[in-house]
């Protein structure tokens, strides 16, 4: 099938059957290859994307159910070349990257919990991330980049220097 | 990747008569007949395995006519496509039939709950799956679907033996209806859920029990109990019921009602728990919610 979407604000259109893998479009016909793989039956997360804003695993996701949507994936996150995304910058300050295969699904994943709690507790963190497996950190840096994000502003600091100096301290 | 996605059709359609058009289709000699295809969280993982058989499958998930919760004075009704976020964000549902969200926060993660289907969870019929307890307790009824009609059938009568169930050909579920018990029903409620696995989030379960029960002093005035991952299919527990109502709740009436559970649950052994822990686990959470009717009674 001709399948057009939307991915991080860029209409794109490539050929692919109806039942290939968001992951694989992504990554194969779209070369954005930050969206990764672990387990390809959604246990892991590593794959995570958003749908028209919902939290998704991309390896579960057929083509054909994507068409004309809005997809956003860790290579759309940061808001410029110059400028993180308050939740990457919180796991680059915190550590909460080692090997980075999870971390993508971990930032989506992240994202999608501060979307729904501003100001999460550490179990809904836990609850919130409950998808995101990885084997590298032992999660303890990860939950804490994630609390320490929603101390962020989540605009660009450009637009609010005082409050991101603010939260820096 | 192991598959081939050559050998696979797959169409989408914008509405429910076309569904049910291509599902009333012969089955193809070589492809089969037309299956649906919902949210695709265990048909994805079964194609991504190789063990997803070739065919053709209809892509339901644009249905808007299948989504959606609706309130009526006699009942709460789930559209097929309803996924397990929406039931955990509806207010009323969550109040009137909690089982239902507590089953749908048990499975799988957000992502999972985004795209899982309560459809998708009945139809794919795993004895392991966590909302047919739920529904089992609550004597949910499914409206299916085909170009000759729409039926209904009490989903207690659902599933009759593993992977299988009373889905004719070229029929869909719609609708997963529960009914809402009058205000002035007698006696205290109780609603019990609770799955065992290896750990709190994303395991399928060893054991899940869903009850809810009505009580009226020491007297329980009705029971259901619905049953996961103890026989090949979901389980509603009638004998263990029929004992529980027959006389008042005390000591000698819950051993009675263990040793009917003990015999009438079948699990087996496998890879996640062997068949004595789930017994045992069972007859425990049996106790568990006893007690906790008991309980209820004293305050
Ligand atoms: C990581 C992971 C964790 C999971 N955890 C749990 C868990 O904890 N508990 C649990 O119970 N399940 C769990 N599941 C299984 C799955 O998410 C659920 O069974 C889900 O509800 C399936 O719905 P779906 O819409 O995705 O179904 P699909 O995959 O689209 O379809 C499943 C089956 O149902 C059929 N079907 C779908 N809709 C209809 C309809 N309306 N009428 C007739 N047939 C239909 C399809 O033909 C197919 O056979 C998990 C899955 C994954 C990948
Ligand atoms: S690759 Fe999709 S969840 Fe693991
Ligand atoms: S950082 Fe390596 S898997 Fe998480």
Redesign the interface.
Not at chain 2, 108 to 112: L, Y
């Given at each position: 099938m001709r399948l057009t979407l939307t991915v991080n604000g860029i209409e794109r259109t490539c050929d692919v059957h109806p039942l290939a893998r968001l992951l694989d479009v992504l990554r194969r016909d779209l070369s954005l290859p930050g969206t990764k793989e672990g387990c390809g039956e959604g246990e892991c997360g590593a794959c995570s994307v958003f749908v028209d804003g919902k939290l998704v695993n991309s390896c579960l996701v057929p083509a054909m159910q994507v068409a004309g949507r809005d997809i956003q994936t860790i290579e759309g996150v940061a808001p410029s070349a110059e400028l993180l995304d308050r939740v990457q910058e919180a796991f680059l300050r915190h550590g909460g990257a080692q090997c980075g295969i999870c971390t993508p699904g971990m930032i989506l994943a992240a994202k999608a919990l501060l979307a729904e709690h501003p100001q999460p507790t550490m179990a809904q963190v836990r609850e919130g991330l409950g998808g995101n497996l990885c084997r590298c950190t032992g999660y303890t840096k990860i939950f804490e980049s994630v609390i320490a994000a929603a101390a962020l502003p989540a605009i660009p600091p450009s637009a609010q220097p005082s409050a991101l100096e603010e939260a820096k301290r | 990747?192991s598959h081939n996605?050559?050998d696979?059709v797959?169409?989408?359609v914008q509405t429910l008569p076309e569904a049910l058009r291509l599902l009333a289709e012969p089955a193809d000699p070589s492809l089969g007949p037309w299956r649906p295809?919902a949210g695709?969280?265990d048909l994805?993982?079964t194609?991504?395995?190789g063990t997803l058989p070739a065919g053709r499958?209809v892509?339901i998930?644009?249905l808007d006519e299948l989504r959606g919760i609706t309130v009526t004075d006699q009942a709460i009704e789930l559209g097929a496509l309803t996924t397990y976020?929406e039931i955990r964000q509806h207010a009323q549902l969550m109040t009137e039939f909690p089982l239902l969200g507590l089953a749908a926060k048990e499975t799988?993660?957000?992502?999972?709950q985004?795209?899982g289907t309560i459809g998708g969870n009945i139809a794919n019929a795993s004895p392991a799956a966590d909302t047919p307890p739920a529904l089992l307790a609550y004597d949910a009824e499914l409206e299916l679907t085909s170009l000759s009609g729409v039926r209904t059938v009490a989903y207690s009568q659902f599933h009759s033996g593993y992977k299988q169930m009373d889905r004719r050909p070229g029929e869909l579920i719609t609708k997963v209806r529960l009914r809402r018990p009058p205000s002035d029903a007698p006696g205290r409620t109780v609603h019990y859920y609770r799955k065992v696995g290896t750990r709190a989030?994303?395991a399928i379960s060893k054991v899940c029990l869903a009850a809810f029960a009505r009580i009226d002093g020491a007297r329980l005035l009705n029971i259901r109990l619905g049953l996961g991952s103890v026989a090949p299919t979901p389980l509603r527990c009638t004998r263990t019921e029929s004992v529980l109502l027959s006389g008042p709740l005390d000591e000698a009436l819950i051993r009675r009602a263990e040793a009917t559970l003990a015999y009438e649950c079948s699990p087996i052994d496998d890879v996640r728990s062997t068949s004595a822990y789930r017994r045992r686990v069972t007859l425990n959470l049996l106790r568990e919610l006893l007690q906790q009717c008991r309980s209820d009674r004293r305050e």
């Open positions: - | 990747m996605l050559s696979f797959a169409q989408s295809l695709g969280t994805m993982v194609l991504a395995a499958y892509d998930w644009p976020t799988g993660a957000i992502a999972i985004n795209r989030a994303q």
